[in-house]
């Protein structure tokens, strides 16, 4: 199935694909009007459509049947997590979360970060691509960064929020507990991931004052994006997620 995305598409109405979405289905997939395709909102409908006026700018397309909704009642990972000092290794890390399911993603400016901004413009088109690669009809939102102590302060310090917090720390000598000890079947879930210096001694104490768990990976030392990436496969194979 060839899946594009329009975020502006309504039930038996008409939308107009952007330009790389267009060009895409012009050019690459040579489609021609009264072909039919599917397209998704990116909020979990799916759209059975036929384009009505090609153009490798502006494709027309009509929807010609009644949304379906392709969501899943399924707990959702959040993942906060410092960008890399490489900005391709965040990017990479933004595509195959998106294509494992990741819920959300916010960047987080850390004590330690040798990055404190990234474009989310261009992840968020990374986001898309990968949703699409991967035949899901959610797109994940993507947070601009923000100071980790103020997004722990307002967010969790006097919150309710019932899902499973949890960072992850490399500091041998405080108490961990095994991701996958930690994780909970069917659990929404925010995951931490600092940036390469790892978090300092004032977050990690701030991140557990908000109700964050200490997690460990193991022995071995991972990269940023590595460890991000392991926590969501792991939040999956929990759930028995694809």
């Not at 040798?114 to 959610?138: C, G, N, P, V, W």
């Amino acid at each position: 199935m060839q899946l594009f995305y329009c975020k502006d598409i309504s039930p038996n109405g008409f939308c107009t694909l952007d330009a790389e979405e267009s060009r895409h289905a012009v050019r690459v997939l040579r489609l021609r009007a009264g072909d039919d395709i599917n397209v998704t909102d990116g909020r979990g409908n799916l759209y059975q459509c036929k384009i009505i006026d090609v153009s490798d700018r502006a494709c027309v397309v009509e929807a010609t049947a009644n949304a379906s909704n392709q969501t899943i009642k399924h707990p959702d990972i959040h993942l906060a997590v410092a960008p890399t000092k490489n900005p391709a290794r965040m990017e990479w890390l933004v595509e195959k979360a998106v294509e494992m399911g990741v819920a959300e993603i916010t960047l987080l400016q850390c004590d330690h970060s040798e990055r404190s901004f990234l474009k989310t413009d261009r992840l968020e088109k990374l986001a898309i691509s990968a949703m699409k690669q991967s035949l899901h009809t959610m797109l994940p939102r993507i947070n601009p960064a923000v100071k980790l102590s103020d997004w722990l302060t307002q967010t969790f310090k006097h919150s309710s929020i019932q899902a499973i917090k949890l960072i992850a720390h490399c500091e041998a000598d405080k108490p961990r507990t095994m991701l996958s000890q930690a994780l909970k079947l069917g659990a929404d879930t925010v995951v931490l991931i600092g940036p390469e210096g790892d978090f300092s001694a004032e977050e990690i104490n701030l991140a557990i004052d908000c109700g964050f768990q200490p997690v460990s990976f193991g022995t071995a030392r991972l990269r940023t994006e590595t460890a991000a990436l392991y926590a969501v496969a792991a939040f999956n194979l929990i759930n028995d997620r694809p």
